[in-house]
């Protein structure tokens, strides 16, 4: 149980974000300067770690969610939408930036799949988050791979190992069923390409 929750943490929706932008910077081949990279990296890292973090923290205080896990679909109802406004203002931030607009689609289309999420809390339908997340980082680094014509297969093949451990974990701890699941991976897969495809 406990391998499951380290697993669940390491690889959770807010942390994510930040091993996607370093990835992004170790394989582009787009030139940006060190002090450039750590500057966006730090907007990313705020944006989607410590801002998040800090929301969670308030509103457990003021008691609007109950755990930190916010398990119920109206528990997750404010946080998801203060991501999806966090991540749209990402998303405008580096389409707005020519060389590295790429990176754009992957927040753009993780807005799309929260908003999908969001839509589905109508018919009482969860999601795993965690499955999202990392699926909308697979997705991206496939686009990625055909927008810069890179070969990252290896690093594809170890995200869908990685999401394969994640999705057993989250089935262990019984955070989820297997449609949520696969639900939240095939949205995720799915979203940077449909923000390629719109945008």
């Known amino acids: 149980m406990r391998w499951h929750k380290f697993i669940s943490t390491i690889l959770h929706p807010i942390v994510i974000p930040t091993i996607g932008i370093i990835l992004y910077f170790i394989l582009t081949p787009v030139n940006l300067n060190q002090q450039q990279q750590y500057s966006m990296l730090a907007v990313v890292f705020i944006a989607t770690y410590v801002i998040p973090v800090l929301l969670l923290v308030l509103l457990k205080a003021i008691s609007v969610i109950k755990s930190y896990q916010v398990h119920s679909i109206e528990e997750r109802k404010i946080p998801l939408f203060f991501m999806m406004t966090l991540l749209f203002f990402l998303g405008k ?35 795993s988050l965690h499955l999202l997340s990392i699926g909308a980082a697979t997705g991206y680094f496939l686009l990625f791979q055909q927008i810069h014509n890179i070969y990252i297969i290896p690093l594809i093949i170890v995200f869908i190992l990685l999401s394969g451990i994640l999705a057993n974990a989250r089935l262990q701890l019984k955070a989820h069923t297997y449609n949520e699941v696969y639900l939240g991976f095939f949205i995720g897969l799915a979203s940077p390409f449909l923000a390629y495809y719109i945008l």
Do not use: H, P, R
Not at 102 to 122: C, H, K, P
């Open 93 to 127: 931030f580096f389409s707005e930036i020519t060389i590295i607009k790429d990176l754009s689609y992957l927040f753009f289309g993780v807005v799309f799949s929260l908003g999908l999420i969001y839509t589905l809390f109508i018919a009482k339908i969860k999601t």
